[in-house]
């Protein structure tokens, strides 16, 4: 499904309030890309140019897809044409700042807080002062690469959400059932050992204060958006800050569809999930990984499958669409541990719900895992670039992928990688728009399944 750019388009407006003129391209419905790039440039005359990219590659083991060959592309086009800088950013510079720089040939990105860095760095370069000592920029010089640690600013120019409809063509989104990216907090504490939300947002919770987030929420609704995604990394944590919102969300009356596909089952209670349904919410996500307490444990998720089994009992008692979203190949998997897992597929979740399979883990340096699959001697190159996948050693692959093959023929109410990348879904979320359904769009699992068979496709 397509996102809406929130960073980049935060990051434009920040820059245009501190003074500048500035014009977004969004390449997402584009499909002469370099065509865009070049009328834009020849079009706009720019001082700078600055590149957001949000993925390195697609995550899934089995069918990679590796992103930045094409950003490579973008970059020589956009050199043919003008030798004005061009900064680098979005949330996989944060990941690996030094291999997509080099892999990119570029020489300064931008990390952290970018609404606020971003605009201090061309104030620099207007100026011709030295950015080098600025909180969360990366940079090489004489090809030596260097990182300052981002500063977790204050306020963050006081934005929870852009005016995307001043930066966007919202139809084309609209049109593919998208839902408007908002944010709660920035952070995350957990330690989860493969993840990267602490080098991209921190490892301390900072919170919007639950008013600002209403705000906001009314804001996007009087722009035509009223299906609207949380998109911290996680909602419910801290318990009290989620309450508070939702609470405000309801203060609004029923204008929006919410949903959050970001929930852990360690703080997650009737008395929330009855706020979130007063608030609006149609949808939510349960992060689990796994049903087994050996791969929880390993992968460091901080909760254990009581909480998840309480999780799916809440979910039981009410009326929300809920998501449920597993990891396979973590450190502890073996045989058991996947059918733990599945047999709480098969008797927790509710067949109107939907359950998300993934085989294998990205690994991303400096994680823990990293350190893990090392030890293992299951990763021994220094390139994490190229993506690699973590399994565990002690579970064949080929033997996982038949078990969850044969779950997923017998329900229809399961999805993997594999059929988030049909090429049919597309046209299927702009037959759903005009139809009149509403986002999310997997709440209609079983029956997309369901019409994929009877077309004959393996699903």
């Known amino acids: 499904m397509p996102v809406m750019p929130v960073g980049a388009c935060m990051i434009a407006e920040a820059t245009e309030r501190s003074g500048h003129h500035v014009h977004l391209v969004d390449l997402m419905f584009t499909k002469k ?28 083991m089995k069918g990679t897809l590796f992103f930045l060959e094409d950003f490579r592309s973008v970059i020589s086009t956009i050199r043919n044409l003008t030798g004005v800088p061009i900064i680098l950013g979005g949330a996989a510079l944060g990941v690996m700042p030094e291999e997509i720089l080099r892999f990119g040939d570029l020489s300064c990105g931008v990390t952290g807080d970018g609404q606020t860095v ?22 090489i010089k004489n090809g030596i690469f260097k990182r300052n640690p981002a500063q977790a600013w204050a306020d963050v120019n006081g934005m929870v959400a852009p005016d ?29 050992i493969y993840c990267t939300y602490g080098k ?6 900072r919170l919007y204060e639950p008013g600002r987030v209403a705000d906001a929420a009314i804001q996007l609704i009087a ?11 996680v909602f419910n ?82 009326h929300l669409s809920c998501a449920w979203i597993f990891m396979f190949g973590g450190p502890g998997e073996t045989r058991e541990t996947v059918r733990e897992t599945l047999r709480f597929a098969e008797y927790a979740i509710r067949p109107q719900d939907v359950a998300f399979f993934n085989i294998g883990i990205r690994i991303y340096p400096g994680t823990e895992l990293e350190a893990i699959a090392r030890h293992q001697r299951t990763l ?14 002690d579970i064949d692959v080929g033997w996982m992928e038949l078990e969850l093959n044969k779950f997923m023929n017998n329900h229809t109410n399961v999805i993997n990688l594999g059929s988030l990348g049909n090429a049919l879904l597309p046209t299927v979320h702009r037959m759903g728009y005009r139809l009149g359904l509403k986002p ?3 709440k209609y699992t079983r029956i997309i399944n369901r019409g994929f068979r009877l077309m004959g496709m393996n699903v």
């Open 380 to 393: 021994s190159s220094n390139d994490m670039l190229t993506p690699v996948f973590y399994v565990s050693p």
């Open 118 to 139: 971003f605009p201090l760095l061309l104030k620099c370069m207007e100026r011709n002062e030295t950015f080098t000592d600025i909180p969360g920029i990366v940079y």
């Open 164 to 192: 995307y409809a001043r930066w966007l063509n919202i139809s084309n989104y609209r049109s593919q059932m998208v839902t408007a990216p908002v944010q709660t907090k920035i952070g995350c504490p957990f330690q989860c």
């Open 223 to 233: 722009a035509g958006l009223r299906d609207i995604e949380i998109v911290d990394s």
């Open 33 to 60: 890309q370099m065509a865009t790039i070049q009328s834009s440039v020849l079009k706009v005359k720019p001082d700078v140019i600055g590149l957001s990219i949000r993925n390195i590659d697609n995550n899934e």
């Open 440 to 442: 999310p769009l997997w």
């Open 200 to 205: 991209i947002e921190g490892n301390e919770y």
């Open 237 to 318: 944590e801290p318990y009290d800050h989620a309450m508070r919102v939702s609470e405000a969300l309801a203060s609004m009356g029923r204008w929006a569809r919410f949903q959050s596909l970001a929930l852990n089952p360690r703080s997650f209670d009737d008395a929330l999930v009855s706020m979130m349904e007063r608030a609006g919410f149609v949808g939510i996500g349960i992060t689990v990984e796994s049903a087994a307490d050996a791969v929880l444990q390993g992968l460091r998720k901080g909760f254990t499958t009581r909480e998840v089994y309480h999780a799916a009992e809440v979910v039981q008692r009410h």
